[in-house]
T-cell receptor
């Protein structure tokens, strides 16, 4: 079954404690991306990757890092989380780029205290 | 990057009725997409319509695109309670690879 898998689904943590949200896709997609969703603001893209070792900033990259060492994985790293990063996060992938249909993961609800 | 603006922000209807939501945008596009999001879940792609298409169907969904008015509409016919969700239009970003999501239309279908 075609899937984008994110882990964890829920996380409550404290300010400054480094965390990683993993994302994996099994569709051999070139393009992967991370979004955050906040009430009233819709989905905003954090980072995207066109292929292995190729990543670029989205609209709201501050405070986040990503890596793309393998085609299937695209982890999101918060080196020093802060409360304003409390949000619902989605990973997505598509065959070629962000302007093609994307498959989304089920989301990670992150709370930074 | 430009953003699609959905209208209305919220829509409440009875099962069996049709639901229509609209999306307007500002600059030229080569395609437009619609997604659905059930509460707190990931988005699901519904339809992609290209700029040279005027109408597209998928099951009970009908999407139109009017490039002269820079607007698109999503029609759900014979709605069901399971159609309760938020619906987003997505505008491509031209030269960059950052698709822009609107704020969505929240649809509630009462059984």
């Amino acid at each position: 079954e075609a899937q984008v898998t994110q882990n964890p689904r829920y996380l409550i943590t404290v300010t400054g404690k480094k965390l990683t949200v993993t994302c994996s896709q099994n569709m051999n997609h070139e393009y992967m991306s991370w979004y955050r969703q906040d009430p009233g603001l819709g989905l905003r893209q954090i980072y995207y990757s066109m292929n292995v070792e190729v990543t670029d900033k989205g609209d709201v990259p501050e405070g986040y890092k990503v890596s793309r060492k393998e085609k299937r994985n695209f982890p999101l790293i918060l080196e020093s989380p802060s409360p304003n990063q409390t949000s619902l996060y989605f990973c997505a992938s598509s065959f070629r780029d962000g302007n093609q249909p994307q498959h989304f993961g089920d989301g990670t609800r992150l709370s930074i205290l | 990057s430009q953003q699609g603006e959905e209208d209305p922000q919220a829509l409440s209807i009875q099962e069996g009725e049709n639901a229509t939501m609209n999306c307007s945008y500002k600059t030229s596009i080569n395609n437009l997409q619609w997604y659905r999001q059930n509460s707190g879940r990931g988005l699901v792609h519904l339809i992609l319509i290209r700029s040279n298409e005027r109408e597209k169907h998928s099951g009970r969904l009908r999407v139109t695109l009017d490039t002269s008015k820079k607007s698109s509409s999503l029609l759900i016919t014979a709605s069901r309670a399971a159609d309760t969700a938020s619906y987003f239009c997505v505008i491509p970003s031209g030269g960059s690879y950052i698709p822009t999501f609107g704020r969505g239309t929240s649809l509630i279908v009462h059984p």
